[in-house]
């Protein structure tokens, strides 16, 4: 099956600093989803983005999907950015996802 | 829109007993999931339903797990026989169901098998 990788495994950023993720998978996808999971366990959906850059506040993510990468970037990180965040790509046609094992992210004031 | 609800939020059982797990997905949300996950891992995927029908069951779920969507409305989850392995959060998803879509993520499940 599909293969997803995220790097770093772990990111621990000053306040205000900037960051960016990254979210490889193995085989072609039609879309791809990033995830916040904040430190009481819920799941935020953050980005809807099979190919191309979405901007959300001062979160973007851009998707090159011929490349299989994916990239998360948080500007002027807060420490309300804290948890763990997880790409997710389709492995069917019915929205079963397959996910990465998550960036931990931690922000110090 | 009141969000994925799960219940209960916490559940903490001994080695054998059965629980179960209740999801009620976004209103008019035809798919719903289940996955599961475990410390410092990303979910992964258990089961879903476009309505009432289940659609696949992941080799994940041995035959100690059996999941319900009665109606097409909210999804059960019952473990049987609890294992200490099954210690998990367990996590319930809806989307639309139009094809590949966004998931919306209850708050989940957190089981302890002592």
């Known amino acids: 099956g599909i293969q997803v990788e995220q790097s770093p495994p772990d990111l621990i950023l000053q306040e205000g600093a900037n960051s960016t993720l990254r979210c490889n998978f193995s085989?072609?996808?039609?879309?791809l989803q990033w995830f916040h999971q904040n430190p009481w366990g819920q799941l935020i959906n953050l980005f809807y983005i099979p190919s191309g850059t979405k901007q959300n506040g001062r979160l973007s993510a851009t998707t090159v999907a011929t490349e299989r990468y994916s990239l998360l970037y948080i500007s002027s990180s807060q420490t309300t950015d804290s948890g763990v965040y997880f790409c997710?790509?389709?492995?069917?046609?019915?929205?079963?996802?397959?996910f990465g094992a998550g960036t931990q992210v931690v922000v110090t004031p | 829109d009141t969000g994925v609800s799960q219940d209960p939020r916490h559940k903490i059982t001994k080695r054998g007993q059965n629980v179960t797990f209740r999801c009620d997905p976004i209103s008019e949300h035809n798919r719903l999931y289940w996955y599961r996950q475990t410390l410092g891992q990303g979910p992964e995927f258990l089961t879903y339903f476009q309505n009432e029908a289940q659609l696949e069951k992941s080799r994940l779920l041995s035959d100690r797990f059996s999941a319900e969507r009665p109606k097409g409305s909210f999804s059960t989850l019952e473990i049987q026989r609890t294992e200490q392995g099954d210690s998990a959060m367990y996590l319930c998803a809806s989307s639309p169901g139009q094809g590949v879509e966004k998931l919306f993520f209850g708050s989940g499940t957190q089981l302890s098998v002592l």
């Open positions: 085989d072609s996808v039609n879309n």
């Open positions: 997710a790509v389709p492995t069917d046609s019915w929205g079963k996802f397959q």
